[in-house]
């Protein structure tokens, strides 16, 4: 298989998002509502994040053989730059939601468990396809992710129903996230020339094609979950092409601070 630059910047994509997302989640490791949600959101954040470096090792090898330069997995998360990131915009964004008043406010865990269901809804889908990609490497990292998100749907989607379904303080918050996280939903899907260079060479779908599916999963469970679907925006955001929010530079800031104080140490 000839290497491409749409073939590299399509797992760094699948990296980054892994990556940022999972820094996300372990926001609420010694902070999680419940012990059992503390460890469970501390291990799905080890899933992304183990995911992120299986996908930055290919992408260094992807690299290589592109350019020459030999990277590695620190190099990407570490010593990047914010426009180099192309994770997609609803990983970055803060637990807080639309219900705080600013910045410091408490974590909202609906916030969390929405955001989680609505990407592992889609990665379930994007992993069993990627499965038979074209690229052997990414489809064995595929193989390995399909166990551990399709654990995170589930998780996620348990806990929504409880909220949707539960007191009306907690369907609130449900429905507040819902609302505030779905439009960033739209990213997923939005047509790009890498992931047309992609489906070309049979290395993976294009999303798109998976939004039926992803759309089916996703009103069954908020359906049981007493919770309204809210109407599409025009909007899309654009993280995926290196254009974030306003969050991605905290976000970045704590987690590359102390590998950009002692570069090339080790532990």
């Known amino acids: 298989m000839t290497t491409t630059p749409e073939h590299l910047a399509y797992v760094l994509r699948l990296a980054d998002t892994a990556l940022i997302l999972g820094q996300r989640n372990a926001e609420w490791s010694g902070h999680g509502p419940i012990l059992e949600e503390d460890i469970a959101l501390s291990n799905m954040s ?15 090898a992807l690299e290589q053989q592109l350019t020459g330069r030999q990277r590695t997995e620190d190099d990407y998360a570490y010593f990047r730059a914010e426009r180099e990131f192309a994770n997609y915009t609803l990983a970055e964004l803060p637990h807080y939601g639309p219900l705080a008043g600013t910045a410091q406010a ?5 916030v969390t468990i929405v955001r989680n269901f609505l990407y592992s809804a889609l990665m379930v889908h994007l992993w069993n396809a990627l499965a038979a990609s074209s690229d052997e490497q990414l489809a064995a990292i595929a193989a390995k992710s399909i166990k551990e998100t399709s654990y995170h749907v589930h998780h996620a989607g348990e806990w929504l129903i409880r909220f949707g379904d539960g007191t009306e303080e907690s369907h609130r918050r449900a429905q507040a996230a819902l609302d505030y996280l779905m ?3 739209s990213e997923f899907f939005s047509a790009d020339a890498v992931e047309d ?11 798109s094609e998976l939004e ?9 469970t908020l359906d ?11 909007h ?17 800031a704590e987690m590359q601070s102390l590998a950009r104080q002692h570069p090339g140490a080790t532990w």
């Open 212 to 220: 039926a599916a992803w759309l089916d999963e996703v009103r069954a």
């Open 197 to 207: 260079a992609i489906a070309a060479a049979g290395i993976g779908p294009r999303t």
């Open 46 to 60: 080890l899933d992304l994040i183990g995911q992120a470096r299986l996908l930055y090792t290919h992408a260094a």
């Open 224 to 234: 049981e979950a007493t919770l309204t679907l809210p109407a599409p925006l025009k």
């Open 183 to 185: 439009p960033y939903t």
């Open 106 to 110: 408490e974590k909202d865990y609906a």
């Open 236 to 252: 899309v955001s654009t993280g995926k092409h290196g254009e974030h929010s306003e969050h991605m530079g905290f976000v970045l």
